[in-house]
Nanobody
Framework: QVQLVESGGGLVQAGGSLRLSCAAS????????MGWFRQAPGKEREFVAA????????LYADSVKGRFTISRDNAKNTLYLQMNSLKPEDTAVYYC?????????????????WGQGTQVTVSS
């Protein structure tokens, strides 16, 4: 099991940028595939991006491709999500999650551990 804590959310104008961080506890962070998900009010939690344990394989939702970048620093036990060209429709609570798989999954059911989330609000 790994404990996850997100940070870096906030209020930003459309077109702006934010960088989310997810700090993981435990010495096995480097063995987990990691993902970012988001949930807007009244909507289901949706996949945003995922990265393999090695950091060499990436997956992105079509809605964020070209604007968001997922990365990880295994030495610091930290996952990142760089979000550029933000849009009002990106407004949501963003969650990081960990999965004990080789291939980063895109379904919530395949993730084992979740953070508490951080709010991102994009104003128009």
């Amino acid at each position: 099991q790994v404990q996850l804590v997100e940070s870096g959310g906030g209020l930003v104008q459309a077109g702006g940028s934010l960088r989310l961080s997810c700090a993981a506890s435990g010495r096995t962070f480097s063995t987990y595939a990691m993902g970012w998900f988001r949930q807007a009010p009244g909507k289901e939690r949706e996949f945003v991006a995922a990265i393999s344990w090695s950091g060499h394989r990436f997956l992105y939702a079509d809605s964020v491709k070209g604007r968001f970048t997922i990365s990880r620093d295994n030495a610091k036990n930290t996952l990142y999500l760089q979000m550029n060209s933000l849009k009002p429709e990106d407004t949501a609570v963003y969650y990081c999650a960990a999965a004990q798989t080789l291939i980063p999954p895109i379904r919530t059911s395949e993730y084992d551990d979740w953070g508490q989330g951080t709010q991102v609000t994009v104003s128009s």
